[in-house]
C-alpha cells in the first residue's frame, strides 16, 4: 500500500497514460487558488493599503465623523437663565412692540413723535400753521379764487426755496450713497452742503452712476479735511 503525499499549493505535475495510446505521455496542470483571493472578478486589496494613512479611504474622507446635531427641543419663550416672574417682558428681549418712554402721559408721547419727525421752524413754520387758516378764512369772507390760487402758489414756492435751503442728511440721498463707507459719505455730504451744486457734480457727479464702482473717488473723499 502507497502512501501519497498531498499536492502543492498551487500546482502538481503529474505523467498520464492516455487510454487510446500507452506510449504518448501527457502532463496534466492542476493549479489550486488560495482562499484569500475573493471570488473572480472583484477589486481585492492589499492589507498593505488598508494599514496606510494615505489610502483611499482617507483621501476620500470617508473616516471623517459627523458632528452631532442639536435635536434638543427649542423653546421659544426661554428667559435665559432668569426667572419668569423677574424677567421683564419687552425690555430686556428687546421685543419691537416695547417702546422705552411710554411711561408719560399722551400728550408727551405726542410731542415726542412731532419732534422726531423734525418739522419746519422760524418763518417756515410760521407760515406753515397759517396755510390752512388763512384759507378757510378766504373762503369764509368770499375772496375770490384766483386769489386764493395766487396765495397758495406763492406759499408753495416760498416753502420749497426754504427747504430746498437746508443742509442734506444722509436719508435725504439714495440706498447707494447712504450705505457706502461712512467717512467718505459724511464728507461728501458736507462738500454737498457747501460747494455750489454746478461745481459738485462737475467734480463728483460720476457717484450718481451706481452701475460701476468709485474707489477712486471714495479715496479722494477720504482725503479731504
Known sequence: MA??????????DRFTLSPASSALPVR???????RDLGAPGLLRFDPANRRNPSSWRLRADLT????DLNEDKYDRWRTNGVSPEDFKYGEYDGHHTYY????????ESAVKEYEAAEPPTGFQGLISWLFLPAVFSGLAFHVPGEYLYIGAAVFTVVFCMIEMGKPDKPHNFEPEIYNMDREARDKMIKA??????WDFNEKYGELWDFTVPHDDIIKQLKSLD
Not at 422705552?100 to 400728550?107: L, P
Open 28 to 34: 496534466v496542470l492542476k493549479v489550486n487558488i488560495p
Open 192 to 197: 454737498y452742503n457747501t460747494m455750489d451744486i
Open 100 to 107: 422705552e418712554g411710554n411711561e408719560g402721559n399722551f400728550w
Open 3 to 12: 502512501i501519497s503525499s498531498p499536492p502543492p499549493l498551487f500546482a502538481v
Open 64 to 67: 471623517a465623523i459627523e458632528p
